[in-house]
Structure formats: C-alpha cells, structure tokens
C-alpha cells in the first residue's frame, strides 16, 4: 500500500529553526508538496520539489532524495504565526496526491 | 496564485435533509476537481474526483448515492450530503489542478457541516 510518514507533533521556541521529516512510499512518484493548514482553514500550498535537491522560499526550504524516498521542510526564524499543521504529499503515478496525516507544529515564545 | 472559493463556509442542519456545497474556480478553467472530507486531528481523505461532463470517480467506502457530484461546468463543482447524519458532520474542503497545471492544486476555504 501507499504510505506517508511524518511526525504527529512538534515544538519548537520562537526564533528557532525546525526540520519536519517525510517519508514515503508509493506506487509511481511525480513530485512532493508541502501544505500548511490553520486550524478551521484549507490547506495553503508552501512548495513543489520533483528533482532532487534543496528549494528555498524565504524562511521556507524544502528538500527531496528520490532514491531514499525522505524530504524535509526547514522552517528558520520561527513566528508565532508559524503555528499550524503541515501536510506532506506524493503526487503518485495516476497523479493522484497522497496524503500524510501531517505534523503539528507548536510555537512557543 | 488561483482562487478556488466555496459556498457556504458553514452550515448547520437537521438529521435528515441535504445539504449542497459548491465549489467554483474563480480565474481558471477546472475540468477535474476533488472533494476532500477532514475530520478533526486527521488529515484530508480524498472522497471523490469531479470530472467536468462525466460521472465523478469515488474513493473505496465513500457512497455515491449518499454524496452526490454534479460538474456541470468547467468552473463548478457541487457536493451534496443527502439525507445528512450527525456522523456526517466535518470539514469538506474542495480543490482545483489549473488546466495548465497537473501539478498544483489550489484549495478552497472549505466547509464546516454540523448535523445536528
């Protein structure tokens, strides 16, 4: 079957930096998203990465190894706004994305 | 970016009646779109893809009869709950490829539905 691991729940202090691991497994791969999600909101798309290597916006970066099947997303400079779940996601083989159940991210002063 | 908005944000029902959401892609044209179902702490489960002039294409365990897809256009989607239930209550959020795009999908603000 198809999987996406990524940790339940995070903290982290203001100003810091926090990596949120993703692993996956899955039939096909035609890239990797980022979302974060506000609670009671829609998800927001934060990042795309087919090719291996690091992407960087802003205070966000995303990284990809296809062959190990691991990506992270480095949020620095951590705010307070920076609180909310982010979702990893494989576009798989029928283009169909995949979701993980997403990390919690806690901020605290 | 592309605007995907929804209708309504929020709904609160009796047991027993539906309910109809709509979901419009406001800039682009959306010939494939997807509902998602969220309950609270879980992530999105895909219920079903929307498909613009054909029947939609449903997920294992998600009734058609009871979620019923109508993509009359290429810029509108619409998910009714029928005969809704308390269990159905959660947060259906929609979301749209760009046609110049598979690659990135764009969501809408969702919808709150309480069945009471």
């Known amino acids: 079957g198809q999987n996406i691991d990524q940790p339940t729940e995070m903290t982290a202090t203001e100003g810091a930096i926090v990596q949120i691991n993703c692993t996956y497994q899955?039939?096909?791969?035609?890239?990797l998203f980022w979302y974060q999600q506000h609670a009671g909101e829609a998800p927001t798309f934060l990042s795309y990465?087919?090719l291996d290597g690091l992407e960087e916006k802003g205070r966000f970066s995303s990284f990809l190894t296809r062959s190990i099947g691991y990506r992270y997303l480095l949020l620095k400079e951590l705010q307070m706004k920076d609180s909310a779940s982010y979702l990893c996601?494989?576009?798989?083989?029928?283009?169909?994305?995949?979701w993980g159940a997403g990390t919690k991210l806690i901020i605290k002063p | 970016g592309a605007v995907v908005s929804q209708h309504p944000s929020w709904v609160i029902c009796k047991s027993g009646t539906s309910v109809k959401i709509e979901c419009r892609s406001l800039?682009?044209?959306?010939?494939?779109m997807f509902w998602y179902r969220q309950f609270p702490k879980q992530s999105l489960m895909l219920m079903a893809t929307?498909?613009?002039?054909?029947?939609?294409?449903?997920e294992q365990g998600v009734e058609k009869d009871k979620f019923l897809i109508n993509h009359a256009s290429l810029t509108l989607s619409t998910l009714t709950v029928t005969s809704a239930h308390p269990e159905d209550s959660s947060f259906y959020i929609c979301?749209?490829?760009?046609?110049?795009?598979?690659?990135?999908?764009?969501f809408g603000p969702g919808t709150r539905l309480t069945v009471l």
């Open positions: 979301s749209a490829p760009p046609e110049v795009s598979v690659t990135e999908q764009f």
């Open positions: 800039d682009f044209q959306a010939t494939t």
């Open positions: 929307s498909n613009e002039g054909s029947k939609a294409t449903y």
């Open positions: 899955t039939s096909g791969f035609n890239g």
């Open positions: 990465n087919v």
């Open positions: 996601a494989v576009l798989d083989s029928n283009y169909q994305l995949i």
